[in-house]
C-alpha cells in the first residue's frame, strides 16, 4: 500500500525542507484533511537554485544526443515501473481517479521516449552560397528554464516542464503547484535516478508570487513556461518581459462542441460525457460550450442529463470511481458562484449543480442548458464539471459561437459531412481542433492555443525547439 511520502525541494540533487523554513498543508481532496507539509522556499534557496542552474547549462549543453536520449528512455523505464505508486500519490494529492493518473504516468512515458528520439533530429541547415564561402543555421539551447507547472495534471504537467529542457540541452528550475508536490517530486527523481546531472534540474515551492518575481527578475533565466489561467499568464509575461525571456504561455480555454445534426447522438454523447467529467472538468482542454444544432438539441441536452446523472463520483483511490472530488476548495466555490450566476440570469438546470456531502470538495456532474451569453460562465473558464448546451440554426451561426472568446486552446466538431469537416477545421479559431474525435493530445503533436489562450507549443518537435535559440553563422 503506498504511503504519502514527506516533502521536500530538490535543490543541487539535495533534498531541503526544514530549517525554519516556512511550510504549506497539502490536503487530499476526497478528505479535506492535511496529508504532508511542504517546505516553501526563502530567498536564499532560490538563489542558490539559480546559481546551480547556471552551473547546470553549462555542463548540459555540451551534452551529446546520446547522452540525452539515455537520460530520457531511462527515466521513461523508471517511470513504468514506478507507475503505480506515482499513479496512487498523484490521486491521493489532486483527487482524480486512479485510471487517469495510471494513464497520466503513460502520457510522460511516451514524451520521454518521444523526446529521446527527436534530440537526434535537432539538426539546422546549410544555406547555398559561393565557392568558399558557408552559412549554417544551427540550434542552440536557449539557457536556464524557469517553469511553472499547475496541479491540473499533477504527473503530466511536470513531465512536460522537465522533458522539454532537458531534452533541449537547458538547465531548469521547476515549480510545480504546492497543492501537488509530490508528483512533481517523482518525476524529477526519475530523471535524476536514470542520470540526468543534479544541476540541470531542480525543483522548488514556495509563496507563487515570490517565487516568480525571484526567478524571472534574475539574469541567469533565460525562458519562461508557464501552465495555468490566462490572468497569471499574463502577469508572468509581464514578468517576463522585463528580462526579455522565451515565453511558452499554455493559458486557459472555454472549449466549444459543435454538434451537427448528421451525427450518431448515441455515439457523440458517450464520447463528450466521458470528455466533460474527466477531471471533474479541471482540464484546460475540457469540452464545455456545447453548440448543438437546433434539431437535435433536445436529444443531446437530455441524453447528457441522463448520463450526468450516472457517473459515479467518489475517492479517487477507489476502484471503479469514475469521477473524484475537485482538487481544492476554491474549486467548489467557484462552481457555486458560476452556477448561481447562471440560473439567475434565466439558465436551467438539466443535472447536479450542488456539492456532495461535507467531507472533501466533491461536487455533482452539472448540465446547464439555453445558458444566456450574459451569464458569467458563458465567458469565464469553469474549470469545473459543469456542460453548458444550447441550441444553434446551423453552421454560420454555430461558427461565430465556436469563436466568440478570446480563448482558442481547443475545439471540437461532430459532423459526417466531409467537406463541413474541412471548413471547420479551417474556421475555428483554436490551436487544436477535434474532429469526430476528442482525443487531442500526443506526444508527437504540438499542444498549445492561440488568443487569450497563450502561444508557443509543448510536445512534438516543437516542444524541444521551443526551449532552443537559432544562430546563423555566416564564413566568408
Ligand atoms: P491560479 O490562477 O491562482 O493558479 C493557477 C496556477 O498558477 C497554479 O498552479 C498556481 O500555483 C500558479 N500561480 C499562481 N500565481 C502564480 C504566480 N504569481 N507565479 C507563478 N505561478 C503562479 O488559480 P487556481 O485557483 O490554482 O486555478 C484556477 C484557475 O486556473 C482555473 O480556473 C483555470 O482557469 C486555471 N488553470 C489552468 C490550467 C491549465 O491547464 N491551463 C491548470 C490549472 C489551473
Same mark, same amino acid.
Given at each position: 500500500m503506498t504511503s504519502y511520502p514527506s516533502l521536500h525541494m530538490i535543490i543541487d540533487g539535495e533534498r531541503v525542507s526544514g530549517g525554519g523554513r516556512r511550510t504549506f498543508d497539502v490536503v487530499n481532496p476526497a478528505t479535506g484533511e492535511a496529508i504532508g507539509a511542504l517546505p516553501l522556499a526563502e530567498a536564499g534557496d532560490l538563489d542558490r537554485a539559480l546559481e546551480v542552474a547556471a552551473e547546470g547549462f553549462r555542463i548540459w549543453r555540451k551534452s551529446t544526443p546520446q547522452e540525452r536520449a539515455a537520460v530520457l528512455q531511462g527515466a521513461a523505464r523508471l517511470l513504468l515501473e514506478r507507475q503505480e505508486d506515482l499513479a496512487r500519490v498523484a490521486t491521493m494529492e489532486e483527487g482524480k481517479p486512479l485510471d487517469e493518473t495510471r494513464i497520466e504516468v503513460m502520457m510522460v512515458v511516451g514524451l520521454f521516449n518521444f523526446y529521446a528520439g527527436e534530440v537526434f533530429r535537432l539538426y539546422g541547415r546549410e544555406l547555398v552560397r559561393p565557392a568558399g564561402q558557408r552559412s549554417t543555421v544551427r540550434h542552440e539551447p536557449v539557457g536556464p528554464v524557469a517553469a511553472f507547472a499547475p496541479?491540473?495534471? !499533477?504527473?503530466g504537467n511536470p513531465g512536460r516542464k522537465l522533458g522539454a529542457p532537458s531534452a533541449a540541452g537547458c538547465s531548469v528550475i521547476l515549480k510545480s503547484a504546492e497543492e501537488t508536490p509530490a508528483s512533481a517530486l517523482g518525476i524529477l527523481q526519475a530523471l535524476l535516478d536514470a542520470g540526468?546531472?543534479?544541476?540541470?534540474a531542480q525543483a522548488v515551492f514556495g509563496v507563487p508570487d515570490e517565487v516568480s518575481r525571484h526567478l524571472l527578475g534574475? !539574469?541567469?533565466?533565460r525562458k519562461l513556461s508557464f501552465t495555468g489561467s490566462t490572468v497569471v499568464g499574463k502577469h508572468l509575461a509581464k514578468l517576463a518581459a522585463d528580462n526579455m525571456l522565451r515565453t511558452t504561455m499554455e493559458l486557459g480555454g472555454h472549449g466549444p462542441v459543435l454538434v451537427f445534426d448528421d451525427v450518431d447522438v448515441d455515439h457523440v454523447l458517450d464520447v463528450a460525457v466521458a470528455g466533460k467529467y474527466r477531471n471533474a472538468g479541471q482540464v484546460c482542454v475540457s469540452p464545455t460550450r456545447f453548440i448543438v444544432q437546433e434539431d437535435v438539441f433536445a436529444r443531446f441536452r437530455d441524453g447528457f442529463a441522463e448520463r450526468a446523472q450516472k457517473v459515479k463520483v467518489g475517492d479517487g483511490l477507489v476502484e471503479g470511481t469514475q469521477m473524484g472530488p475537485m482538487?481544492?476548495?476554491?474549486r467548489p466555490e467557484a462552481m457555486d458562484r458560476l452556477i448561481g450566476n447562471a440560473k439567475d440570469k434565466g439558465a436551467t438546470l438539466g443535472a447536479g449543480g450542488s456539492r456532495i456531502g461535507n467531507q472533501g470538495f466533491f461536487f455533482q456532474p452539472t448540465v446547464l442548458s439555453?445558458?444566456?451569453?450574459?451569464?458569467?460562465i458563458m465567458h469565464e473558464?469553469?474549470?469545473?464539471p459543469v456542460a453548458l448546451i444550447n441550441p444553434y440554426k446551423g453552421e454560420d451561426e454555430m461558427i461565430a459561437e465556436a469563436n466568440r472568446l478570446e480563448y482558442g486552446l481547443a475545439g471540437y466538431a461532430w459532423t459526417n459531412d466531409a467537406k463541413r469537416q474541412r471548413r471547420l477545421a479551417d474556421a475555428i479559431e483554436t490551436g487544436m481542433v477535434g474532429i469526430n474525435s476528442h482525443m487531442i493530445a500526443a506526444a508527437d503533436a504540438p499542444f498549445g492555443g492561440v488568443k487569450w489562450s497563450g502561444h508557443g507549443a509543448e510536445d512534438g518537435p516543437e516542444g524541444v525547439l521551443a526551449c532552443m535559440i537559432t544562430k546563423t553563422v555566416h564564413e566568408g
Open positions: 496541479w491540473n495534471f !499533477p504527473l540526468l546531472p543534479k544541476q540541470v534574475s !539574469p541567469v533565466i482538487a481544492n476548495k476554491r439555453e445558458v444566456p451569453l450574459e451569464a458569467d473558464e469553469p474549470f469545473g
